[in-house]
């Protein structure tokens, strides 16, 4: 320890004029601010800013400097026998020398930085805890660049043939790193991938401190075998670091359904029995994984986890195909993706499109047709109709409809959109048919109400539409429209009573529209309203902070849900409800079904399909549950801080 | 010779560069308290010998022992035992003499200042100097100084004249390593000089090629080789008993140098061959080094 203090203090010695430097860098800014340039009040800012690019510059240089003469130099230049005819071992002389370097990366710039904090500490502390990551990263960096500079200097200055299979070793590296990360990206793991690069880096940082020190307890005075010294300790240590990575991410991307746990993410098909399925896994970091997952049989197929990110899944009307974004881009804020389909009802492979969208959620920029078999996507201002089974394009027309905007296929050969404007103080929801056969797009209807949004439900067979606009002042003056679907036309108009209105509401398949109203004392009724205006059925379901209609079941039944007030917690309650004539069928306690349907942009509901199960929560498991018998079937556990993502997105 | 007394044990050396032998299974011991003096012609495998004798390069075969102990593994502890020489000035250039002698003296268990002061003093040099602003003699001078002041049981000199003047190089062999060998410090050098080691080494290696070619003791070899003239009539050595390591015409006679002189064979030899007049003289150490790595030798 003496004797590498002792090299040590030799080589900080040496470079002496290095805090000289240093001295002048400090005092260099205050001449800056002096300088008739500078504004007057912006003294203090030039202070801190020139001393902080002198401190930076002074740490890379001397980083550079200092890396690539440690060892290096004296090799080359034949004095490291100065060394080594002395009584000193190989740890000394690299310790000493590393910590010689070290000194001066972190020493030297602070000089240049005190008299600036002292002086201009305003100006540091206006960042708040931001210039603590900046001055760390800036330390980091330079001391991996310090490793880095030894290590390049060893092997140029080795003059060996040896420096090819470093060459080729760190091209490996240099691939091998995006390629291990590149799934974690993909599955949104971003503080796994801090983890992990911040693993390597200390990799790194442990290679050059390993490799130096065998580099000169091994290869001594001689070039090459110094060489081979480092290359033998620096690349299995690094190699062996990437493999225990590489292992870890393999084990960190293959968790099965079961395993997830965290940030629980499901959305079913309208019809049939399939999911799509996201969220983290217990001791898998952040990554978040991505299944479509058959209810019925348990069978699971593995997709990407970014599709939690930007909403990018469908599934076909029947059930039978899913449409899913698979991820172009290296890096996870790249959202450049292809869609590909996976048909489900047999075992044909996935189909990639060759579709690629960069849209972001809320929305999907795509539908996919009931039968699964055609897609419409907008790219730019244009809406393309695509066959999968071909992958041609039937027809491609410019539409320059603005978002927010819904559409699904009507049949096979028609596309409805619909959009939504402000027209003259007014919202306006303008629809319009895309013919595929003749290329022709028709406006075929408007509605038109007041608001500044609106939130739009069609029927499964789309000839009727519930549209409740959003107005300023609160929900009690938003209308509830139910309308024809193709031509905008108002059926009936139900506007809020004195102390009532609604909080979720629905329209069925027949036409009715089921309305959860709310009084201002929490108490709660399901109102049926059939198609003419007519009340039904007024249902009582207590008092509760929301109500909402999750489902429609075949048999002319509708599930509907209470739960407490935001953020209050408490039990919530299902139930299911014959339209036909009021009566409540069956109440659970304590499950929440849920669909993240918010990214669909086709505004059919799922209701009536023949599916069985549903997806659904309990306090500790997600489970699939049949409304009708009330039977469950276990997914997965959820994380004791597994909230789901609609709990996240609640609030809850 | 015990090879627990020797201070330096060499068994086996091999050292290779690619596909390039450099020093090729080299096998000689140093004992204690004597002089060592390893000649051999540039590129002769001196140079990788000597770094493989202070620890600095790892053979590819065999190993190098002091005081018992191999040196490559040992290297740290032994070198508070042994001062080198090195063939290149190694010190830091920047570094003044007097802050040299500082650095080092925190290295070593004992450290005499003293000596260090008088010597320079005697070599002329001041301690302010910066080293790299000395001439290659005196940063030589230097190298001696300090490796002379921890008090050494083993003195490795790695070509110490090079760069010397005629007064320095006197100075090196007649007071320096001489004294050392008085006091019993075993003294193993490289070196060109060989008019300089000839009255103070005790043992001489040559190194040709790699392999060790000779290896003796001082006295031994000159007595062995002589120059042997018949100038007035030529000799045929094929079928004598004496080796000889270089013939040649010489004037209408021969001259050969004999490398296993023996007087009474070669008198015989002299009967035999019906030769007269014959003229015998020994050989400087330089002309034995000739003799022994020069071209055509045979022995």
Known sequence: MNKALTIGYREVAEKKFVFIAAGVGAVLPFV????????????????????????????????????????????????????????????????????????MVLIAPAIVLLPSLLFAGDEWRAYGDGQWPILGLTVVGSIVLLGAAHLLSTFLRSRSALIVIDFVLAVVVAVAIPLLMRPLMQGMAFKTIIALGTLLLIAFVVAVIAGGWWQVADGRTDRRRSHIALSRAFWPILGGALLACAAYVGWIVSPGPADIGRRLATFSAKEGNWMLMYGQAKHRGDYVSGFIYDMDSGKAIRIGGSDLLWGGSVFSRDGNTAVVRRPLGKASWNTSSELIVYPLNGDAKPIETGIVTKERAPRLPYSVSDDGRRLVYQEGPNFNVFDIATKRSLASVRMNIEAPYWLHFVGPDVVRFYNLNSVNGELALTIYELDVKTRNVQQTGELRTKGFSGFLEVTPDGSKMLFRSFVKGGRASEPLIVADARTGARITTVLHEEGMWANGSSILADGTLVAGMMRADRQVTARFIAPGGAVKHEIPLGIAGRVSVIDELPGNRVLVQTAPELPAKGARTVLLIDASNGNILRRTEGIAPWNDQMFDRDPRHGRVGAHRWLPTYTNTTLVAWDPVSGETRHIADRLPDGKSRGELLRGE | MNPADSAIRIADLTV???????????????????????????????????????????????????????????????????????????????????????????????????????????????????????????KKQVALAMALAP????????????????????????????????????????????????????????????????????????????????????????????????????GGGTEAVVSNYDELAFERFRSASSLNAAEVAPLSLEDIFIAVTGEGVQS
């Open chain 1, 32 to 103: 800056l601010a002096l300088l008739p340039l500078t504004r007057s009040g912006t003294e203090h800012s030039v202070v801190a800013l020139s001393a902080a690019i002198f401190a930076a510059s002074l740490a890379v240089g001397l980083a550079v400097s200092g890396g690539s003469s440690m060892i290096g130099r004296e090799l080359s230049e034949r004095r490291l026998s100065f060394y080594f005819t002395r009584p000193v071992g190989a740890a000394a002389i690299w310790f000493g020398k590393l910590g010689a370097a070290i000194f």
């Open chain 2, 16 to 138: 290779r560069y690619g596909r390039k032998t450099a020093v090729d299974g080299v096998s000689f011991a140093v004992p204690g308290g004597s002089v060592y003096a390893l000649l051999g012609r540039n590129g002769a495998g001196k140079s990788s010998l000597v770094r493989c004798l202070v620890g600095q390069q790892k053979p590819n075969a065999g190993g190098v022992a002091l005081f018992g102990e191999d040196v490559w593994k040992r290297r740290a502890a032994l070198m508070d035992r042994v001062g080198v020489v090195s063939e290149e000035a190694d010190a830091p250039p920047e570094m003044r003499v007097a802050a040299l002698a500082r650095f080092s003296a925190k290295l070593y268990r004992s450290w005499n200042q003293d000596a260090v002061d008088e010597r320079l003093k005697r070599f002329g040099i001041a301690a302010s100097s910066r080293y790299g602003d000395l001439s290659k003699g005196q």
């Open chain 2, 151 to 250: 008090s050494p049981e083993l003195l490795i000199l790695d070509d110490p004249t090079l760069g010397l003047d005629v007064v320095a190089r006197k100075v090196l062999f007649e007071e320096v390593i001489a004294e050392l060998a008085d006091r019993g410090i075993t003294v193993l050098l490289t070196t060109h000089d060989l008019g300089g080691i000839e009255g103070i080494a005790d043992r001489v290696g040559i190194l040709r090629d790699g392999r060790l070619v000779l290896d003796e003791e001082m006295e031994a070899l000159k007595s062995r080789f002589r120059r042997v003239r018949f100038p007035s009539q030529p000799a045929a050595f094929s079928d004598a008993t004496l080796k000889t390591a270089a013939v040649r015409a010489w």
